[in-house]
């Protein structure tokens, strides 16, 4: 679920310090704050500006069959 991710990163976010995730991204902190809040709705591109500044990784490992 999309909102799940977004409010994870939201919350990592926020403990790690915004204005530095700002930086980190190139992106507004307001608009972090925006994008990462319950009613927001990021671009893909942000989300995965966010976890490359907070040193995740995203990952869709291949299903078992």
Same mark, same amino acid.
């Given at each position: 679920d999309g909102s799940l991710v977004r409010a994870a /990163? %939201?919350?990592i976010a926020r403990a790690r310090g915004m204005s530095q /995730?700002?930086?980190d991204t190139g992106l507004a902190r307001e608009? /972090?704050?925006k994008a990462l809040s319950p009613e927001g709705?990021?671009?893909f591109a942000t989300v995965m500006k966010v976890?490359?500044?907070l040193g995740l990784k /995203? %990952?869709?490992p291949a299903a078992q069959v």
């Open positions: /990163l %939201g919350d /995730l700002a930086r608009g /972090l704050y709705n990021p671009e976890i490359k500044a /995203l %990952g869709a």
